[in-house]
């Protein structure tokens, strides 16, 4: 008799069990799956971005993201797939091809390297300038594929949002360039630039470096010895005295003198911003100017 209520025992529990796996199997329980798998996603948060290089081409970030896994069992990937956005307008698509491993119930801090590119960067400026904004939403989307158990083979995505100020990278022009110390006087020239910061806040800029060129004659360097304060939407005129490091001084300042239309330049220009802002605060700023000496001096004149 007690065999027989094992047995019968036994039954009811390979039919649970049958039962059970054709639900699993049956395409109507996709839909509790996921409802099921939809209630413990991971999900994404941003600790911090630091812009760390800006040239003409690319701004280049350093982003601490963190993942957190609620399921009940750990996660494993190898790539985290990833999309900016500011106000809408897509400024970055990209991915983390690292190993990821996050614990069950726990969280993880990946430190993810990001290149912003210019061109589309300079559409999201305009936007600003031309309808005055001050502050802006900036979004990440981020997605990754994993084996879960209770939803099989499952890809999650997640979504993190800020509204913060509206990010204006600054802008350097030549004010002044003494062709005639270069050309007469052979000790170098003195360079005056004007430094414009379009943002709401304050900055700070110092380790200012100079380099300009003539073609490929000339070269002369210049180092800013003070730190330059240039406030919330206002300019700072700099100067510096840009000693000759390598060329044929004569035949330059020769050709400087009587063909400045045909005679090509490079300045460039380096620091390193100092902000109250958490993303643009110890970023390296580089920025090239290029064009003829002709240029230059109409330029000048029209400062003047």
Request: charged share 25%.
């Amino acid at each position: 008799m007690r065999v027989n209520k094992w047995l019968i025992v036994l039954l009811v529990l390979l039919v649970l069990a049958g039962v059970g796996i054709w639900w699993w199997k049956s395409p109507s329980s996709e839909n509790a799956k996921e409802k099921a798998a939809d209630k413990v996603m991971p999900t994404i948060g941003v600790a911090s971005t630091n812009i760390t290089d800006i040239d003409a081409e690319r701004i280049k970030m350093q982003s601490k993201v963190i993942l957190h896994n609620p399921l009940p069992v750990d996660i494993k990937t190898s790539r985290l797939n990833y999309v900016v956005y500011i106000d809408s307008v897509k400024v970055i698509e990209d991915a983390y091809e690292k190993p990821i491993n996050i614990r069950s119930s726990d969280s993880t801090t990946l430190t993810m390297p990001m290149e912003l590119l210019v061109k589309p960067m300079a559409r999201v400026l305009k936007y600003f300038d031309d309808n005055k904004i001050d502050s802006a939403d900036y979004q990440m989307k981020a997605s990754f594929e994993v084996d879960v158990p209770i939803a099989g083979d499952r890809e999650f995505t997640m979504k993190v949002s800020k509204r913060l100020p509206a990010l204006r990278i600054p802008k350097v022009k030549i004010n002044h360039v003494d062709l005639n110390a270069l050309a007469l006087k052979s000790k170098g020239m003195d360079i005056e630039v004007a430094v414009f910061n379009p943002n709401l806040f304050p900055l700070k800029l110092s380790d200012g470096k100079f380099e300009f060129s003539v073609e490929d004659a000339l070269q002369m360097n210049g180092v800013l010895e003070k730190t330059i304060s240039i406030p919330a939407k206002g300019s700072q005129n700099i100067s510096v005295h840009a000693q000759l490091t390598d060329g044929n001084m004569l035949k330059t300042g020769w050709k400087m003198l009587t063909d400045k239309k045909d005679t090509q330049f490079a300045c460039k220009f380096a620091g390193t911003i100092d902000s109250e802002n958490k993303m643009l605060n110890k970023s390296k700023m580089v920025t090239t100017i290029t064009g003829t000496l002709d240029e230059i001096m109409n330029a000048v004149k029209k400062a003047d």
